[in-house]
C-alpha cells in the first residue's frame, strides 16, 4: 500500500511551474486569435461603405462619358440606405484629354478615388 505525499521512481506528473507555462502559452495563443477576429470586423465593417462609394463613383465615371447635359448630376446620391458624397476635379493632360478625378464618401465611413479619362 502506498503512502500519501510518497512517489514512486517511475511515477512523474505536472509540476506548478510546466502548469503555470501551459497557461500561459494558452492565454497568448487567445490574446492573437481575438486580436486577429478583431481586426477582421474593423476591416470587413468598412467594407460596404467602400463598396457603395465605389458604386456611385463608376456610375458617375459612366455618365460623364455621356453627351453634356444628357443626366443632371447630383453631388449626394443614395445607395444601399447610406448617403454618399461625390465630389470631382478636372484637369487637362499633355496628351490634350482631360483627367477627371471623382471621389466618392460615406461621411463617417469609407471612401474611394477614381481618375478617368475623357475627350
Known amino acids: 500500500?502506498?503512502?500519501?505525499?510518497?512517489?514512486d521512481k517511475g511515477e512523474r506528473g505536472i509540476t506548478l511551474l510546466e502548469l503555470a507555462v501551459a497557461i500561459l502559452v494558452l492565454a497568448l495563443g487567445s490574446l492573437a486569435a481575438l486580436r486577429a477576429t478583431d481586426q477582421a470586423r474593423?476591416?470587413?465593417?468598412?467594407?460596404?461603405?467602400?463598396m457603395l462609394?465605389?458604386?456611385?463613383?463608376?456610375?458617375?465615371a459612366q455618365a460623364l462619358r455621356l453627351p453634356p447635359g444628357a443626366v443632371p448630376l447630383p453631388d449626394q446620391v443614395t445607395l444601399g440606405g447610406?448617403?454618399?458624397?461625390?465630389?470631382q476635379r478636372?484637369?487637362?493632360?499633355?496628351?490634350?484629354?482631360?483627367?477627371?478625378?471623382?471621389?466618392g464618401r460615406v461621411p463617417g465611413g469609407g471612401g474611394v478615388q477614381q481618375v478617368?479619362?475623357?475627350d
Do not use: C, F, H
Open 116 to 118: 478617368i479619362y475623357v
Open 82 to 87: 447610406r448617403t454618399i458624397v461625390l465630389e
Open 42 to 50: 474593423l476591416s470587413i465593417g468598412g467594407a460596404q461603405d467602400r
Open 90 to 103: 478636372s484637369a487637362p493632360t499633355a496628351a490634350g484629354l482631360t483627367a477627371i478625378t471623382i471621389v
Open 1 to 7: 500500500m502506498r503512502r500519501l505525499g510518497r512517489r
Open 53 to 60: 462609394a465605389q458604386l456611385a463613383v463608376r456610375n458617375r
